[in-house]
């Protein structure tokens, strides 16, 4: 058996045993959602980085730093930065006023189905945006490793764990899983960034200097190669007429997303206390910080050590990689044919390079290392996914409006369950078809779905008094609904129709929304549907439970404990 296969044997094997620890302990919703709040605030500032440093930044960022440089390491920062806003507005008050869901914010001020059927369904559709992307990085890395196992079975196998993780161990199981690969990941980081520093002799300049003489290309709109520049300048990926308003857009989502991801907020009702959920998000903000600033070292170090042309194998670009990577057997004969036309556009598998640069400084072991603390982050971060739209579901959706909130405890759960499987199989089966986008740039689409459809309202919610049920559903639905329907016709999905006529009937139409990230719009779209809802409407309950929410908020009278 090979050295990957090995260390992912015992990885999983270690996590099966907490899960059956776990599962003994699952005896009400309770502990299935919030593991009876026993979980310090040392303890889940370690989850919630291991919840956060997913795929997405270890094997995505890692590979847009190599391809795009300082615009890549914008992925970066906005990660980074979003904690204040976490810290800042929503750990403390969702604390005190929530018991396992966003919607039981909202319902303390708004009683109604409608409230809490619209904050279910902004959860479930953003945790399956979010696992996507989670999957798909399990299947590039597992791929790349075991090339006997297809990327679909890779999928498939990471999707079989997720969900015996959360189905039998629950909340427990997913918080221990969080720490335990948060600790992996910071570590095989910190080794691999040392290697990095190490082969330059341990000098940040002779690094740099190395860096800026890596350079990109810079094309058009119709592909063309317009100019060329280091990786340490900006405009290699954010460039031409709509860049800065896409780095823009990119910013937004990323910063205020953090504060409305349902699975970083249900962390905050794990712990026992406010004061716990604070110390939760220090201890997370001094462990994400220290993970980014080494990723620069990830992709620099991929991009100079690796080499660009050496990440990954040259596929086409555009929208017939999608058609490519599902239609395999006809790929050959549509590679020959767009290559000779000349209409090939070579895109490297910019999801691999932290794994290639494991390999090259450290030979087969160190991969086998890296990418079994890989596969550790994709399994621990998929579990709070999944625990988080099962929640939605049957907490939210069964137990408060099918059941009137009269619903018997074992039979939540079992719900709960049932609902893990099913977004579990979706998942896969979108994972699937979305094979070939960047994992980052996956998630950047998932922070702005959040940003959009949920942080407006959680903030109104706390802030205003007047914010009403008209204004949540306005806010919410419009958010949701314009952040997916931009993405859908934008460059990120649509692609751009190439002039060859033989695949013409392949590829979708040219983009009519120009941003990859639609944040820009979508978010002030939410805010201002919320506001002109609110205006539209008057509901004197909702103003009468503000005093009783911004006590309580602050205070942590009369919160869950």
Same mark, same amino acid.
């Given at each position: 058996?090979?050295?990957?296969?090995?260390?992912?044997?015992?990885?999983?094997?270690?996590?099966?045993?907490?899960?059956?620890?776990?599962?003994?302990?699952?005896?009400?919703?309770?502990?299935?959602?919030?593991?009876?709040?026993?979980?310090?605030?040392?303890?889940?500032?370690?989850?919630?980085?291991?919840?956060?440093?997913?795929?997405?930044?270890?094997?995505?960022?890692?590979?847009?730093?190599?391809?795009?440089?300082?615009?890549?390491?914008?992925?970066?920062?906005?990660?980074?930065?979003?904690?204040?806003?976490?810290?800042?507005?929503?750990?403390?008050?969702?604390?005190?006023?929530?018991?396992?869901?966003?919607?039981?914010?909202?319902?303390?001020?708004?009683?109604?189905?409608?409230?809490?059927?619209?904050?279910?369904?902004?959860?479930?559709?953003?945790?399956?945006?979010?696992?996507?992307?989670?999957?798909?990085?399990?299947?590039?890395?597992?791929?790349?490793?075991?090339?006997?196992?297809?990327?679909?079975?890779?999928?498939?196998?990471?999707?079989?764990?997720?969900?015996?993780?959360?189905?039998?161990?629950?909340?427990?199981?997913?918080?221990?899983?969080?720490?335990?690969?948060?600790?992996?990941?910071?570590?095989?980081?910190?080794?691999?960034?040392?290697?990095?520093?190490?082969?330059?002799?341990?000098?940040?300049?002779?690094?740099?200097?190395?860096?800026?003489?890596?350079?990109?290309?810079?094309?058009?709109?119709?592909?063309?190669?317009?100019?060329?520049?280091?990786?340490?300048?900006?405009?290699?990926?954010?460039?031409?007429?709509?860049?800065?308003?896409?780095?823009?857009?990119?910013?937004?989502?990323?910063?205020?997303?953090?504060?409305?991801?349902?699975?970083?907020?249900?962390?905050?009702?794990?712990?026992?206390?406010?004061?716990?959920?604070?110390?939760?998000?220090?201890?997370?903000?001094?462990?994400?910080?220290?993970?980014?600033?080494?990723?620069?070292?990830?992709?620099?170090?991929?991009?100079?050590?690796?080499?660009?042309?050496?990440?990954?194998?040259?596929?086409?670009?555009?929208?017939?990689?999608?058609?490519?990577?599902?239609?395999?057997?006809?790929?050959?004969?549509?590679?020959?044919?767009?290559?000779?036309?000349?209409?090939?556009?070579?895109?490297?598998?910019?999801?691999?390079?932290?794994?290639?640069?494991?390999?090259?400084?450290?030979?087969?072991?160190?991969?086998?290392?890296?990418?079994?603390?890989?596969?550790?982050?994709?399994?621990?971060?998929?579990?709070?996914?999944?625990?988080?739209?099962?929640?939605?579901?049957?907490?939210?959706?069964?137990?408060?409006?099918?059941?009137?909130?009269?619903?018997?405890?074992?039979?939540? !759960?079992?719900? &709960?369950?049932?609902? #893990? /499987?099913?977004?579990? *199989?979706?998942? @896969? +089966? =979108?994972?699937?078809?979305? %094979?070939?986008?960047?994992?980052?740039?996956? !998630?950047?689409? &998932?922070?702005?779905? #959040? /940003?959009?459809?949920? *942080?407006?309202? @959680? +903030? =109104?919610?706390?802030?205003? %008094?007047?914010?009403?049920?008209?204004?949540?559903?306005?806010?919410?639905?419009?958010?949701?609904?314009?952040?997916? *329907?931009?993405?859908?016709?934008?460059?990120?999905?649509?692609?751009?129709?190439?002039?060859?006529?033989?695949?013409?009937?392949?590829?979708?139409?040219?983009?009519?929304?120009?941003?990859?990230?639609?944040?820009?719009?979508?978010?002030?779209?939410?805010?201002?549907?919320?506001?002109?809802?609110?205006?539209?409407?008057?509901?004197?309950?909702?103003?009468?439970?503000?005093?009783?929410?911004?006590?309580?908020?602050?205070?942590?009278?009369?919160?869950?404990?």
């Amino acid at each position: 058996m090979s050295p990957v296969l090995v260390m992912f044997v015992i990885f999983v094997l270690f996590t099966l045993v907490i899960t059956a620890w776990a599962s003994a302990r699952i005896k009400s919703p309770r502990a299935f959602y919030s593991a009876n709040r026993s979980i310090s605030g040392f303890q889940n500032g370690w989850a919630i980085a291991g919840d956060y440093m997913s795929a997405a930044s270890f094997l995505g960022i890692a590979g847009l730093i190599a391809f795009f440089g300082f615009d890549g390491f914008m992925y970066s920062v906005g990660w980074l930065v979003a904690y204040l806003t976490v810290l800042l507005l929503v750990a403390e008050p969702l604390r005190n006023t929530g018991k396992y869901t966003m919607a039981d914010v909202l319902s303390f001020r708004m009683h109604g189905r409608g409230v809490r059927a619209v904050a279910a369904i902004s959860t479930l559709v953003i945790t399956l945006f979010y696992m996507i992307a989670q999957m798909v990085g399990a299947g590039v890395l597992i791929n790349q490793l075991v090339p006997n196992l297809s990327f679909d079975a890779a999928i498939i196998v990471v999707g079989a764990l997720m969900l015996f993780y959360v189905i039998f161990g629950g909340m427990i199981a997913t918080t221990w899983v969080q720490i335990i690969k948060a600790v992996l990941l910071l570590g095989a980081t910190i080794v691999l960034s040392f290697l990095v520093l190490a082969h330059f002799g341990f000098s940040l300049g002779n690094f740099f200097t190395a860096v800026s003489k890596i350079h990109g290309t810079v094309k058009d709109a119709a592909g063309h190669i317009i100019a060329t520049k280091s990786l340490l300048q900006p405009g290699l990926r954010y460039n031409g007429h709509w860049g800065p308003l896409d780095l823009i857009s990119l910013g937004l989502a990323l910063v205020l997303g953090t504060a409305g991801l349902p699975h970083i907020l249900m962390r905050f009702y794990t712990v026992p206390s406010a004061k716990a959920a604070r110390t939760s998000v220090a201890w997370a903000m001094i462990l994400i910080g220290a993970f980014y600033v080494m990723t620069t070292f990830l992709g620099f170090g991929a991009a100079t050590i690796v080499g660009k042309d050496n990440i990954g194998a040259h596929i086409t670009g555009g929208a017939a990689i999608r058609y490519i990577t599902t239609h395999p057997k006809e790929a050959p004969a549509l590679n020959a044919k767009l290559k000779r036309d000349g209409f090939i556009v070579p895109v490297k598998n910019n999801n691999a390079s932290a794994l290639l640069l494991a390999q090259s400084l450290g030979g087969e072991l160190f991969l086998a290392f890296i990418a079994a603390v890989a596969f550790a982050t994709i399994l621990a971060v998929v579990a709070g996914l999944t625990i988080a739209a099962s929640s939605a579901f049957a907490h939210d959706i069964w137990l408060n409006i099918v059941r009137g909130g009269t619903g018997h405890e074992r039979e939540q !759960v079992r719900v &709960a369950r049932l609902t #893990a /499987a099913g977004i579990g *199989v979706l998942a @896969i +089966l =979108l994972a699937i078809g979305l %094979k070939s986008l960047n994992v980052a740039f996956l !998630v950047g689409l &998932a922070f702005a779905v #959040a /940003a959009s459809a949920n *942080v407006p309202v @959680i +903030l =109104l919610t706390l802030m205003w %008094k007047r914010f009403n049920r008209t204004g949540s559903i306005a806010g919410m639905l419009t958010g949701l609904i314009s952040s997916l *329907v931009l993405i859908a016709i934008s460059p990120a999905v649509m692609g751009i129709d190439p002039p060859e006529a033989a695949v013409r009937h392949l590829i979708q139409a040219a983009p009519l929304f120009p941003l990859e990230n639609p944040g820009l719009v979508s978010i002030p779209l939410g805010f201002l549907a919320a506001i002109l809802g609110t205006f539209l409407a008057k509901d004197a309950e909702a103003e009468g439970n503000f005093a009783q929410l911004t006590v309580r908020a602050n205070t942590g009278l009369g919160a869950e404990v």
